[in-house]
Nanobody
Framework: QVQLVESGGGLVQPGGSLRLSCVAS????????MGWYRQAPGKQRELVAL???????YYGDSVKGRFTISRDNAKNTVYLQMNSLKPEDTTVYYC??????????WGQGTLVTVSS
């Protein structure tokens, strides 16, 4: 069964840090581009960060310099280290697995709340 399971969301104060994790099953993890997206109510889903099978990473403009994406192919896991969090980072974060010729896979989402 193809599945992505996110964890690590929660409540954090402005300026704080969180690390999200996404564990994949049912796919050849190392061949997929893995990404993190987020979607606030009433807004389109936006790219936060992605990392290719070759470990090249790309970031959305709003998170550059604050967030870092990484992957551990031995653990079928992709991480998102989020530092200097702002209230506007509050939303649900989704893990994504994408590979040419294969169906895209989405996780169920994990909620991040940045508030004092």
């Amino acid at each position: 069964q193809v599945q992505l399971v996110e964890s690590g969301g929660g409540l954090v104060q402005p300026g704080g840090s969180l690390r999200l994790s996404c564990v994949a099953s049912g796919i050849i993890f190392g061949t997929y581009t893995m990404g993190w997206y987020r979607q606030a109510p009433g807004k389109q889903r936006e790219l936060v960060a992605l990392i290719t099978s070759g470990h090249n990473s790309y970031y959305g403009d709003s998170v550059k310099g604050r967030f870092t994406i990484s992957r551990d192919n031995a653990k079928n896991t992709v991480y998102l280290q989020m530092n200097s969090l702002k209230p506007e980072d509050t939303t649900v974060y989704y893990c994504n697995a994408d590979r040419s010729g294969c169906r895209e896979v989405w996780g169920q989402g994990t909620l991040v709340t940045v508030s004092s």
